[in-house]
């Protein structure tokens, strides 16, 4: 296998952009190749996530071949959901280290502000499985019922969760203060994110990334430059939240690590920065202990003590990440590789130097993700060996039908501010764990008192599942009625004595 190397990079301001996605992909595409002294790439990947809904345009690549006044050399279009822009860097990484091609060009981008809200929420929701979707659910949602399920299992209270989120906040957005290509330039304070509406409960706005316009470019070649791609891998897990046994990893994520560490012959030890994909504050806290950088439960403490700062021992998103960068969802995992193939050159505008740095990117709900790790060709770095290969986790399996329950105890839950079409706020969303087991997403016919591990009644309409909870009352008499249920069963088994007596 051939090295495969970073010739040019590209990238444009992120942010509301009047351009068309062609003009935008152009722009940065231009300067990529500008910047390596190569004119003449012998093949384009794109990743874009969802151009026929964004634009109305199919056939992306074709059309950004001709905007670029590439036509006659092979395009093709990768869509990942949203690390589409990571999976394209992989997709040349492959052709180039093959040996097929010697010199390709790699974009990703997207075009979504000139749609309202609640349009690109819609769109965005596509990623996810389609009986959830129905329900009501949102990505801002399933990533606030993956963070209440994580203050669960690590005995957070309300409170510590929220000191967490908020130092993650105004960390990103204060790097992204000093990156000029950035969404959002102004750092936040604690009571800006504190006075913020919420989302998706526990997630309030300054939790969420933003909708972006934007582009970013490579050139990838076999010819060596100052910098080297060490390490890719890419790794996947259940689309579903209800297929799902592990809620406060992603597995995909290891997956993806363990390859990428092996292939560099480095493990987590050997990262000196990271850019991973924070389209929600939680997901970098629960990244970046995937990445094995920390242990489960304390990437929320590294942020606190400032492990992860610019200027801490492990910087995590010195760019901004895609909390203030930008998140053009078919661009981020490819501005991520830009992000740090700048830092590794000394380009970035920090006083240290770095040799080797990760970047990591998610696809859907962590249904399909990527980890690339980038290093300096001219630095001495040790070799050590990688990061244990996870077990493969495979979504459960459910048979075509299975009887419906009437009863279930809540696993995790959301309150939804911010609705897709068709859903009056505030919406109550339950994640139930069924009497026999199986897991289901149902809407709630109340949002007061949820709380995990509270039991509720079933029902099921055309759509979706509803619940409804449980009164104290009524939970006092279904307890005793199983308890006597239990006893009797218990006395009918057993042997009778030679005596008679029982």
């Known amino acids: 296998m051939q090295s495969v190397y970073v010739a040019g990079i590209g990238m444009t301001k992120f942010g509301k952009d009047p351009r068309s996605l062609a003009e935008i992909c152009h722009d940065a595409a231009q300067t990529a190749l500008t910047s390596s002294e190569i004119q003449e790439v012998e093949a ?164 969420c990334s933003p909708i972006t316009d934007g582009a970013a470019a490579v050139v990838l070649t076999s010819e060596k430059t100052d910098v080297r791609l060490a390490g890719v891998g890419q790794g996947t897990g259940p689309l579903s939240l209800r297929g799902r046994e592990i809620f406060t990893s992603f597995p995909a994520t290891r997956m993806a690590a363990a390859r990428a560490y092996r292939m560099a012959e480095t493990s987590p030890q050997g990262i000196e920065f990271a850019e991973v994909h924070d389209a929600f504050t939680p997901f970098e806290i629960i990244t970046t202990e995937d990445l094995g950088f920390f242990a489960p439960g304390k990437g929320g403490d590294a942020v606190l003590e400032g492990v992860t700062a610019i200027d801490g021992r492990l910087p995590v998103n010195p760019s901004g990440g895609l909390k203030a960068r930008g998140h053009p969802v078919g661009a981020s995992g490819l501005a991520q590789i830009v992000e740090a193939v700048k830092r590794l050159r000394g380009e970035s505008g920090s006083k240290r130097q770095f040799n080797r740095g990760l970047t990591q990117s998610t696809g859907g709900l962590a249904s399909n993700n990527f980890v690339t790790i980038l290093e300096r060709t001219d630095a001495s770095l040790p070799r050590t060996p990688g990061f244990p290969q996870p077990a493969r986790q495979v979504a459960k399996s459910r048979p075509a039908k299975m009887p419906m329950s009437n009863e279930g105890v809540i696993e995790t839950f959301t309150i939804l501010y911010v609705t897709p079409d068709g859903f009056l706020p505030p919406l109550a969303l339950a994640l139930v764990r069924e009497q026999n087991g199986r897991l289901i997403l149902a809407q709630g016919e109340e949002s007061k008192h949820l709380k995990i591990g509270r039991e509720v009644y079933l029902k099921r309409t055309e759509d979706y599942y509803l619940f409804t909870l449980k009164g104290r009352f009524k939970m006092v008499q279904d307890s005793l009625k199983r308890n006597l249920w239990q006893r009797a069963r218990a006395l009918v088994r057993k042997p009778i004595p030679a005596d008679g007596k029982l």
């Open 44 to 207: 384009i990947y794109i990743g874009v996530m969802n151009p026929e809904e964004f634009t109305g345009d199919s056939n992306i690549a074709s059309h950004i071949a001709d905007a670029l006044g590439l036509t006659g050399i092979p395009a093709v279009r990768i869509e990942t959901a949203s690390s589409a822009g990571a999976a394209a860097v992989q997709a040349g990484f492959q052709a180039v280290a093959s040996g097929y091609y010697r010199r390709v060009l790699v974009l990703g981008g997207e075009k979504m502000t000139h749609l309202s809200t609640s349009a690109t929420t819609r769109v965005l929701a596509g990623v996810i499985d389609k009986e959830e979707r129905q329900c009501g659910a949102t990505m801002p949602a399933l990533a606030a019922m993956i963070t209440e399920k994580y203050r669960e299992k690590f005995n957070l209270s309300q409170s510590r969760l929220e000191t967490m989120l908020c130092a993650v906040a105004v960390k990103n957005h204060g790097n992204g203060a000093h990156n000029p290509m950035a969404q959002f330039q102004k750092p936040i304070s604690r009571e800006t994110y504190l006075a913020s509406k919420y989302v998706a409960t526990p997630l309030r706005l300054y939790d």
